[in-house]
């Protein structure tokens, strides 16, 4: 294997239930699991690491399932009450695309719901689904690669997440401290010394949000896992989960042993970021000598971005903060979204008089950047810049973005660019997924972006790769000098001339109060519809107001010199309002449009709203 495989570790598959987790992990430290491999052999498979859980065969699902196969479970004699494993609702977990929970107790309000005990189950629903979706016939032994973000449940749910693979008789590849993209770059990578590729990917992290919570996203080469995915994987683990017995998960501790391959797998993403850039410099070795760049990583998973990819290629990385992993975010929260984040990149580049700033979220799908002079490039101002980029690429291409971008970004991508920008819906799988669906129907797209930082690029298979996206900008950089071009990144800046910026912008979250009497026992979704047709009627009312001719998503209006677009969020009980226009009081006054259309809906909580008009 060329030294590639660091590390072969031979351990025992037991749950800990009292384990004690060291916060600041270890990142070659494994907890103690083990798994008995036995082949997977004409749609059939064994667990014997558990004798509770002898898992035999791929039968009929026994729920609604029709022609689907699943893992079952034979449960030993004892049913012994497990310690926390209490009646779950798995479909709660899901996010969307995503699966979501907290990881870690102490957080009044927030209690746990994403255990060790849960985390084995959706890996073995996993496991099944994959086994499943290609057709495993026994001809080989399928694997998965697991990583993880910097939060500190990481280690325990790696070792859960394990557990229910290597059961489910497949092979278990860890990378330790990984990015998602690189999770799904595994699977496309042709490298048997690096175990590549593998089937199928699991990324545990929950993006930004605070330490005590954590997550998986999950990956084929066919790329990111849908909603519909995740709620069969889901389905498929609350019946594995119930059929756990105390017995099974204690009682199995060095009765079999099996190996867990660990590779540094980002040895080979992060290659490949660099190759990227010398090649659009003409293969020059160095085509960042000379240029300093600042790195913010926010203390989760980015900190390689400045040694493994910036210092190869010649750049000065000197200034560089938070580049080391702590799961508790102490600087701040790693959001390129967040504005103490950006003000602590911005600050950093004009600190150390450098000439670009990047900052990346936690686990490294989104990122956004800042110019030698504090110029931050992020929301509407990277869209625009990576349009400007792939335009000159792909000259008439259709930009999809989410559903809150500008409409000076229309102007800019239409009249100045020449490309055309289709606005979607919030969510960064339905923009990359509506980008996918035009090309399907003869309508070339090349980049799909939110306002969030998450861009994907059809060169790079449709995958939303913050890293990627920054060596995007890099390329441009580098390969402007090669042609003679100086000035660093003012070559970034001057692509966005002509981009017409609002004086003035604001969101506000409208809750929705679910227990309150005028919801008249329905879903706040059903009640959040109401009041988007209510302002939908009430609009048609008044003349100096027009809906936009084309909107997949809420209502957008356009009127008093702006707009305002008001939708139903994704997944919580609230109506977020988006307001952009030439002056703080043309904004007000198209709040006041939406204050007196909503007056209507008690359980609607307006006080944001209120104190926003009423404040200006």
């Not at 099944?128 to 500190?152: M, N, T, Y």
């Not at 979220?361 to 990576?386: C, Q």
């Not at 291409?397 to 979607?424: A, C, P, Q, W």
Request: charged share 25%; glycine share 8%; hydrophobic share 40%.
């Amino acid at each position: 294997m060329s030294g590639k495989i660091i590390e072969n570790v031979s351990v025992s598959q037991c749950y800990q239930l009292s384990r004690k987790f060291d916060t600041h992990y270890q990142r070659d430290n494994f907890a103690p699991f083990m798994r008995n491999m036995l082949p997977f052999q004409r749609g059939k498979l064994a667990w014997t690491a558990i004798p509770s859980m002898q898992l035999r065969n791929f039968s009929k699902y026994q729920s609604s399932f029709v022609n689907r196969r699943t893992v079952h479970c034979n449960a030993a004699p004892s049913t012994a009450a497990v310690p926390n494993l209490d009646k779950v609702d798995f479909l709660k977990l899901q996010n969307g695309s995503d699966i979501r929970g907290v990881a870690v107790a102490g957080v009044e309000g927030e209690p746990l719901n994403l255990t060790e005990p849960l985390s084995e189950a959706i890996a073995a629903g996993f496991a099944a689904w994959l086994l499943e979706k290609k057709k495993a016939d026994g001809s080989r032994r399928l694997s998965i690669s697991v990583g993880h973000d910097s939060r500190i449940s990481a280690k325990k749910l790696e070792d859960a997440i394990s557990r229910g693979i290597a059961g489910a008789g497949l092979d278990v590849v860890q990378y330790g401290l990984a990015s998602t993209p690189a999770m799904f770059n595994s699977t496309v990578t042709e490298d048997d010394a690096f175990l590549c590729p593998v089937d199928g990917s699991i990324m545990i992290t929950a993006s930004h949000l605070p330490y005590n919570r954590n997550g998986f996203k999950f990956f084929t080469n066919a790329g990111g896992l849908g909603k519909a995915d995740i709620k069969n994987i889901l389905e498929r683990a609350a019946d594995l989960y119930n059929k756990f017995t105390a017995e099974g998960l204690t009682s199995s501790k060095g009765k079999a042993l099996a190996s867990v391959k660990r590779v540094d797998y980002m040895n080979v993403y992060t290659s490949d970021l660099v190759k990227a850039v010398r090649k659009a410099a003409g293969n020059i070795e160095k085509p960042l000598e000379g240029f300093h760049i600042v790195v913010d990583a926010g203390n989760g998973a980015g900190g390689f971005f400045a040694a493994k990819v910036l210092e190869p290629l010649g750049a000065v990385t000197s200034g560089s903060q938070f580049l080391e992993p702590d799961g508790m975010f102490p600087n701040h929260i790693p959001n390129p979204e967040d504005k103490t984040a950006m003000k602590a990149i911005t600050q950093a580049v004009i600190d150390n008089k450098a000439d670009l700033g990047i900052i990346f979220d936690t686990d490294v799908d989104r990122s956004a950047a800042v110019d030698s002079t504090g110029l931050e490039f992020n929301r509407n101002r990277l869209i625009a810049l990576m349009s400007a980029i792939v335009l000159e690429e792909h000259p008439g291409t259709t930009i999809v973005t989410d559903s809150v971008t500008s409409d000076g970004l229309t102007t800019f991508i239409e009249k100045k660019l020449g490309g055309k920008h289709h606005r979607f819906k919030r969510g960064y799988k339905n923009v990359i997924d509506e980008a996918i669906r035009l090309n399907s129907v003869g309508e070339e797209s090349h980049l799909a972006i939110e306002t969030s930082g998450h861009g994907a690029l059809k060169e790079n298979h449709w995958l939303d790769d913050g890293a990627y996206l920054m060596v995007k900008i890099l390329n441009k950089i580098a390969s402007a000098r090669a042609s003679g071009q100086t000035g660093g990144s003012k070559v970034l800046t001057g692509l966005l001339e002509g981009l017409q910026e609002p004086a003035f912008s604001v969101e506000l979250r409208l809750k929705i109060n679910q227990s309150h009497q005028d919801l008249k026992g329905g879903s706040f979704r059903d009640y959040g519809e109401a009041v988007l047709k209510h302002l939908e009627n009430y609009i048609d009312s008044d003349p100096k107001l027009q809906k936009a001719p084309v909107n997949y998503e809420g209502v957008r209006v356009s009127g008093y010199g702006g707009w305002f677009l008001l939708r139903l969020s994704l997944h919580d009980p609230v109506l977020p309002l988006n307001i952009e226009a030439t002056s703080n009081n043309d904004a007000v006054l198209l709040g006041n449009v939406v204050r007196a259309a909503l007056k209507e809906f008690p359980a609607l909580d307006t006080s944001a709203l209120d104190k926003f008009v009423q404040a200006s």
